[in-house]
């Protein structure tokens, strides 16, 4: 069983090189997104993946959020997972660039989510440190995605989580992601696909950071009912408009880190794209 990080960035340079060195450390592949970030972040991911065996950045020059920056990292798995170089039972874990969250507790979260065969492991936060309306407003989101999902979330926000890689297909073909619509669009899929899930592990966040506000609740939940009519109607995605997404991305491989064959398949215009490293199996 691998680890895999996924990592949004977006004008983090003051605390990336510590972040990125943390949790690759403890994962056995991360995949960081540069989110058009227009600080030092770009620099410190290039230096950062000069030195790295088994990691990988997708590079945008445009920002789009957080969710679409999930959406880049997740397309990377899923299409590693298809063409055989990661394993359904590997985990998937996400987790915010700006070191809110602790490497203490990967373990413990991998060993939460095998021994209770779990398909997601959302964390839920200790708010001790968080205004009241922050926690008011996100009570609110919790019940809405507990409403359309049909689980009961105590914390549907938090960014640390963990995903059984093998169910990550199914709910990408869901996934819109806009903004910050993530945690949101993610917890309802997730529920309404009766995935098993476990909201009850508790996560100290050591400080409060101002992020999203009223119009982007308002967007989350408006991307929520969005993913629970696909759901409804069955309005699904393929993997083929995975690798089309990430053909417009560039991307940047550690040096043992084998790219998608189908990243290689021709464009539109039907020109060949330059061939990636041979796709091989990853020791385990």
């Not at 960081?32 to 290039?46: H, R």
């Not at 660039?97 to 492991?121: C, F, K, P, Y």
């Not at 963990?162 to 669009?185: A, D, F, T």
Request: aromatic letters at 8%.
């Amino acid at each position: 069983m691998l680890k895999i990080a996924v990592v949004p960035v977006y004008n983090e340079a003051r605390n990336l090189a510590r972040v990125l060195e943390n949790f690759s450390a403890r994962m056995d592949i991360t995949i960081a997104v540069n989110d058009g970030s227009n600080d030092e972040s770009s620099s410190i991911l290039a230096r950062w993946i000069s030195t790295q065996k088994r990691a990988y950045v997708v590079d945008n020059k445009i920002n789009r959020g957080k969710a679409a920056a999930l959406k880049d990292g997740f397309a990377l798995a899923a299409l590693l997972l298809e063409e055989g170089t990661l394993h359904p039972d590997d985990l998937l874990f996400t987790f915010d660039a700006d070191g809110q969250h602790t490497v203490d507790s990967i373990d413990r979260l991998a060993e939460r989510t095998i021994a209770g065969n779990l398909d997601m492991l959302l964390t839920r936060r200790d708010f001790s440190h968080y205004p009241r309306f922050k926690k008011v407003g996100n009570w609110g989101l919790s019940a809405f995605a507990s409403v359309l999902g049909g689980y009961r979330y105590q914390d549907v926000e938090c960014g640390l989580r963990v995903i059984r890689l093998g169910r990550l297909p199914e709910m990408l073909s869901y996934y819109s992601g806009y903004k910050y619509s993530c945690e949101q669009e993610l917890g309802i899929i997730a529920a309404s696909l009766r995935f098993k899930i476990d909201n009850s592990y508790l996560v100290e966040v050591p400080y409060y950071r101002a992020g999203t506000k009223v119009p982007d609740g308002l967007i989350n939940i408006s991307l929520g009912m969005v993913a629970w009519f696909r759901l409804i109607l069955r309005l699904r995605s393929t993997s083929a408009s995975l690798a089309r997404r990430l053909r417009g991305r560039r991307i940047l491989a550690g040096s043992a880190s084998p790219l998608p064959p189908a990243l290689s398949a021709p464009d539109r215009g039907g020109a060949p794209r330059p061939a990636p490293a041979v796709a091989a199996k990853l020791d385990r």
